[in-house]
């Protein structure tokens, strides 16, 4: 939980992986508007992408995300009703790294999941250093 709390208050972009129609990718985002305080189930938040690896195509520039506290995560099975006004996240996954500036779509690649697990542990060293300064809005629930 601590590593979702961590990720809710991170402004800088983050590595998220997920496994959508077979095909593994990591992505370099960051946080779009009101992030939601974490649930024992996981994060959910709207997401701008800034690269995707190892493909671009097929995903929009900024969409919903599930970062999930476990695999497999319970909230993949729920109905678009759950979510009440907010739309599904288009992506359930982990949080692989928190990072400060950028990476190259090299870099990036590097942390396609091979295996689907937990988000990573905030003992995960950050890339690039110095935290995210700016705290992020929270909204209760999932």
């Given amino acids: ?15 998220f ?6 095909k593994s990718c990591a992505h370099l985002l960051v946080w779009e508007g009101v ?9 959910n938040g709207r997401a701008r992408r800034l690269k995707t ?3 671009e195509a097929g995903w929009p520039e900024e969409f919903r ?13 729920w109905p678009a009703s759950k979510y009440g006004s907010s739309e599904p996240p288009l992506a359930h996954g982990r ?3 928190l990072i400060s500036g950028d990476l190259s779509r090299e870099e990036l690649a590097k942390h396609v999941p091979a295996v689907a697990g937990p988000s990573a542990v905030i ?6 250093g110095a935290p995210a300064v700016a705290e992020p809005q929270f909204e209760f629930g999932i």
Avoid: N, W, Y
């Fill in 1 to 15: 939980m601590d590593s979702l709390i961590a990720l809710c208050k991170h402004r800088e972009p983050f590595v």
């Fill in 17 to 22: 992986g997920c496994d959508l129609g077979g």
């Fill in 35 to 43: 992030v939601r305080q974490p649930t024992q189930l996981g994060l």
């Fill in 53 to 55: 690896a190892p493909i």
């Fill in 65 to 77: 995300i599930h970062v999930c506290a476990a695999v497999p995560c319970l909230c993949e099975k």
């Fill in 95 to 97: 949080m692989l790294a």
């Fill in 123 to 128: 003992e995960a060293p950050a890339v690039g």
